[in-house]
């Protein structure tokens, strides 16, 4: 495959998730306001949701044809491992379709693997949870060891004012998130601190 010439200045980055706001959307809010001098973030591949990703004709043919016509630099590739680390296939089974997907793309693939799920970013900052549903909780260890970090949300929100989180609530949150406070709580092997450090290596983010 062979990428077309960038006319802009730009470094395009495009984001693709299992739901294009809940995941790759909500991932840029956490990360635009970090963003190197002329980077751009921008969410792909709008009409997939879950499984779909899974299609591998349908999902692999679409993301060459996206990556060539948006003259993509990177492509960030979100993924919730629904599981917890030690859960061994799972992680196999989901890195499996991220080499796949990064060779499509000659090899320009980021890899966030969400474990378990995106919810355990917006656990990472637990005292904005508490400030936008004037809750009192207390911090999380390392929220990559909930189970179900989805659920858990749920749960502690589920009587406050503002009302139970949802899926469709993740963009609104994880624009007011803090990025240094997820970095420091999310912590560990493929972690968001381990990712967020490779894309300052590679001068997409700084901090």
Known sequence: MKQKNTKSNKIKIGVVGEHPSN???????????????????????TK????????????????????LSEEL???????DLDGVFSEKEKVTIRDNWSKRADKTINRQGIFFLAIA???????????????????????INNPMTEKDPKKKLMQLTEKTKRGKYTESDAPVIFKELVFQTVYKNHKGERSFQVFADELKDKQIIAF
Do not use: T, W
């Open 73 to 79: 630099h990177h492509v960030i590739f979100i993924r």
């Open 23 to 45: 995941d790759s959307e909500s991932l840029c809010h956490l990360l635009r306001p970090l963003a190197c001098e002329n980077v751009q973030f921008k969410v792909i591949l």
């Open 48 to 67: 997939l949701r879950g499984s779909q990703l899974d299609n591998e004709r349908m999902f692999l043919s679409s993301l060459e044809s996206e990556f």
């Open 117 to 139: 799920e995106m919810e355990a970013l917006i656990l990472s900052d637990i005292d904005k949870v508490n400030e936008l549903y004037k809750l009192k909780l207390k911090a």
